[in-house]
């Protein structure tokens, strides 16, 4: 069965520091992987998406997430923290060509000034 | 447009009674979810629904939920009767195709008590 892992339940980084988000999947060929971002009180937003092709892709609000196939992740990335990025961060999987996506449980960002 | 729409934002509820989460999709789209989401467990899909068909039901928690999809406008999520354990936020998303993105509605955070 899929499943997705993400080890950091919260994270703390200083405004303006780089950021990497942990996302490892199980999927028995390569799956569809997605980021999602909630903010309080709203419903999630996607960041970015993988499907196929380079495996460095950009998303917005300045995020990437690159997919490493031998490690099984899917790992999200900013370079320089804003303020308003604190939020949860949900790392996604789902079979190509299909829509039933399984999320993980989430890391939520604190950005300390 | 308007994005999804989910109503009521906020219920509260008694043990024992029936409840009803609504969810308007974006239109034009022709897949439809419900999500439910808690700390326990993360965000879990319950049921979604292709060109008002249920497709897959296997995550509906047990026969005390149930929805329906009567038009591509329109669907609902009752429980009954309710339960505190049902305490939840429930989001409803919607989605044009395969292999795109899912847009979630803000959610309906349910207390029952």
């Known amino acids: 069965a899929q499943s997705v892992t993400q080890p950091d339940i919260h994270i703390t980084v200083s405004e303006g520091a780089s950021l990497e988000l942990r996302c490892n999947y199980s999927?028995?060929?390569?799956?569809?992987l997605f980021w999602y971002v909630q903010s309080p009180g709203q419903g999630l937003q996607l960041l970015l998406k993988?499907?196929?092709?380079?495996?460095l892709v950009q998303g917005i609000k300045g995020f990437e997430a690159e997919f490493k196939r031998s490690q099984s992740s899917f790992n999200l990335r900013k370079p320089s923290v804003h303020w308003s990025d604190a939020a949860e961060y949900f790392c996604?999987?789902?079979?190509?060509?299909?829509?039933?996506?399984?999320f993980g449980t989430g890391t939520r960002l604190l950005v300390s000034p | 447009d308007a994005g999804v729409i989910q109503s009521p934002r906020h219920e509260v509820t008694e043990m024992g009674q029936e409840v009803t989460l609504r969810c308007k999709p974006i239109?034009?789209?022709?897949?439809l979810f419900w999500y439910r989401q808690t700390m326990m467990r993360g965000l879990e899909l319950l049921i979604y629904f292709n060109n008002n068909v249920p497709i897959d039901d296997s995550g509906m928690p047990e026969d005390r939920f149930s929805a329906k999809m009567p038009n591509a406008s329109f669907s609902t999520l009752k429980i009954q009767p309710s339960e505190p354990r049902d305490s939840a936020v429930y989001f409803c998303?919607?989605?044009?195709?395969?292999?795109?993105?899912?847009?979630f509605g803000p959610g309906t955070r349910l207390t029952v008590t």
């Open positions: 996604a999987v789902g079979p190509p060509g299909f829509q039933k996506l399984v």
């Open positions: 999927y028995g060929a390569t799956p569809y």
């Open positions: 993988y499907f196929s092709g380079d495996t």
């Open positions: 998303a919607s989605t044009l195709g395969q292999s795109s993105e899912q847009y």
């Open positions: 239109s034009g789209h022709n897949s």
